[in-house]
């Protein structure tokens, strides 16, 4: 309990620090420097986020349980604004799983409503977060699940952020999980293969279970997959897209302890690591690309000699 008070009094004590103008002037200064660092290199296209710890930290700080939800909905801004600004164009968050369904009602009541509104919040205006900033929201999951006026409220969201002008998209999965999306594009290949749209089995491959899924076709490959709190589980969330080429990171810290410096170590390690890799792909595999391809298609582009002539 000591560290945990510990913790407590040192994010008091920066949050009070950062009220003075010249301090956030310099903290802002220094974000902007670090984001431009890492725009420098390789930038990964879709990051998800699984957002645990707002119970624990609700427990921890000894608040009700619906304030560790609202402070967990506060650090998501947070971070969207920093991948957005590095120039991530995906980040999908898992909002709701169908097995949260299992928790009391007055929870799960708090969370549909949470979701709702804070969308609401950063989409009902023109100045709104993501309007201004051209984010799209899209709900991903089985709607089946949700009350009928707050799938109307979230449609709505979807309809009045959707662009064709922004690569900025929020994926909120939301209820999810990633049996049932499977189970889903499963059921829908079947009924394509009954309708005819499919006409042989062969046709079916792993690609158009994918295009199959909740999420559509249209999204990039699955680069990062966060889950903090230190658990070591992914709780049924992106099974199929995070197991190919995919990191996975594990950080001790609560969602609503997550911020700037937690996002942007990951992502300067992830483009580390990226760089390394193109690099030693290049090492591997340029030369020979060089040696096979090109000298020969420099040679035919070469023009026809000269015809022989002789001085006698």
């Keep these: 309990m000591g560290a945990y008070s510990r913790t407590f009094s040192l994010n008091a004590i920066a949050a ?7 301090f956030a002037y310099l903290v802002g200064f220094f974000e902007d420097f ?6 420098t290199g390789p930038v990964p296209r879709h990051v998800a986020m699984i957002m645990d710890g707002n119970r624990t930290y609700a427990k921890r700080h000894r608040l009700p349980l619906k304030e560790g939800h609202f402070a967990g909905a506060n650090a998501l801004v947070k971070i969207l604004e920093v991948c957005y600004k590095i120039g991530i164009e995906h980040a999908t968050v898992y909002a709701f799983s169908l097995e949260n369904f299992n928790r009391p009602k007055e929870e799960v009541d708090t969370l549909f409503g949470l979701l709702r509104d804070k969308l609401k919040l950063i989409s009902e205006y023109e100045d709104s977060y993501a309007r201004y900033n051209k984010v799209c929201i899209r709900i991903v999951g089985n709607r089946s699940y949700i009350p009928e006026d707050i799938l109307k ?6 309809e009045v952020t959707k662009t064709s002008s922004t690569k900025k998209v929020l994926n909120v999965c939301f209820p999810y999980t990633a049996r049932d999306e499977i189970t889903y594009a ?4 079947a009924k394509k293969r009954v309708a005819g749209e499919l006409q042989n089995r ?3 491959t792993t690609k158009t279970i994918e295009s199959n899924f909740y999420f559509g076709d249209d999204v990039p ?14 709780s049924d969330f992106l ?9 996975i990171e594990f950080p001790e810290a609560l969602w609503p302890d997550f911020g700037f410096v937690s996002i942007v170590s990951i992502l300067f390690k992830w483009s580390y690591y990226k760089t390394l890799q193109i690099e030693e792909l290049r090492m591997r595999g340029k030369e020979p690309q060089i040696q096979d391809t090109v000298v020969p298609v420099l040679l035919k582009e070469l023009p026809q000699p000269p015809p022989i002539a002789t001085v006698s």
């Design 153 to 158: 409220d979230l449609e709505f969201i979807e």
């Design 202 to 204: 062969d046709e079916i």
């Design 239 to 247: 099974l199929w897209q995070c197991s190919t080429d995919c990191t």
């Design 34 to 39: 670090v984001i431009s660092t890492i725009k």
């Design 221 to 234: 490959p699955l680069d990062i997959l966060i889950r903090t709190s230190g658990h070591t589980r992914l």
């Design 186 to 189: 499963i059921k829908s290949i």
């Design 16 to 22: 009070l620090i950062l009220k003075f103008p010249l």
